[in-house]
């Protein structure tokens, strides 16, 4: 059971260079979301996904697309990399049958724009 | 969601009991309190979570005031494993549109 996987867990992009952040969980989570951390601040949520199909924005969405075409993947597409996307981002999945929410993380993909 | 206010740092040692405070005053009736760590900038991970009354599991236990307007996260002896940012997050029930919302937590350090 491998959980929740990001790759790959470190890239250099270069300011206007397009990439795709890759996540996959293998516990049939409904809910899948994508944060971002800057340096010694909380997790920000940029998109979530209440289902294959089915994604909505979050707190900081400019600049970055999903989709969700099945329950397994999340992939969150850099349209055009800016330095101030340089950040770490986690991904994230939870149970949709609960009342509580028990996220659980990737370990995180490390992404530096210059 | 509610805000929380947690102190930015605390040191505790070894074996000794750490005793984590967040405060949410304004937390309305149906919100829980969850709290959550991350360990030298691992992908944060579930500790516990509770509605009104306190709640205990491996990892720590919770205890919830009366008024619910503040909580305290503690883990029963410290290693040095424990050492982490603990983030005190308050959010409606489980609904993917209110995504958990992250504060600053409260960076512990556990001391030999």
């Known amino acids: 059971n491998a959980g929740v996987t990001q790759t790959p867990k470190f890239q250099v992009l270069k300011t206007g260079q397009s990439m795709t952040l890759q996540c996959a969980q293998d516990?049939?989570?409904?809910?899948m979301s994508w944060y971002r951390q800057d340096p010694g601040m909380g997790l920000r949520l940029i998109h979530y996904?209440?289902?294959?199909?089915?994604?909505d924005q979050g707190e900081v969405p400019n600049g970055y697309n999903v989709s969700r075409s099945t329950t397994e993947d999340f992939p969150l597409r850099l349209l055009s990399a800016a330095p101030s996307q340089t950040s770490v981002y986690f991904c994230?999945?939870?149970?949709?049958?609960?009342?509580?929410?028990?996220?659980?993380f990737g370990q995180g993909t490390r992404l530096t724009v210059v | 969601d509610a805000k929380t206010t947690q102190p930015p740092s605390m040191d505790c040692a070894e074996g000794r009991a750490a005793n984590l405070p967040c405060n949410h005053s304004?937390?309305?009736?149906?919100?829980?309190v969850y709290w959550y760590r991350q360990i030298h900038s691992q992908g944060p991970q579930y500790i516990i979570h509770?509605?009104?009354n306190n709640e205990t599991n491996e990892m720590a236990s919770l205890i919830i005031t009366e008024d619910r307007k503040s909580s305290t996260l503690i883990l029963p002896h410290a290693t040095l494993r424990d050492t982490a940012v603990y983030y005190c997050?308050?959010?409606?029930?489980?609904?993917?549109?209110?995504?958990?919302?992250f504060g600053g937590g409260t960076r512990l350090m556990v001391k030999p």
């Open positions: 994230a999945s939870s149970y949709s049958n609960r009342r509580y929410t028990e996220a659980f």
């Open positions: 516990m049939n989570h409904e809910y």
């Open positions: 996904s209440v289902g294959a199909g089915i994604t």
């Open positions: 304004t937390i309305s009736g149906n919100e829980y």
């Open positions: 509770g509605l009104k």
């Open positions: 997050i308050v959010s409606l029930n489980n609904n993917a549109g209110n995504m958990l919302t």
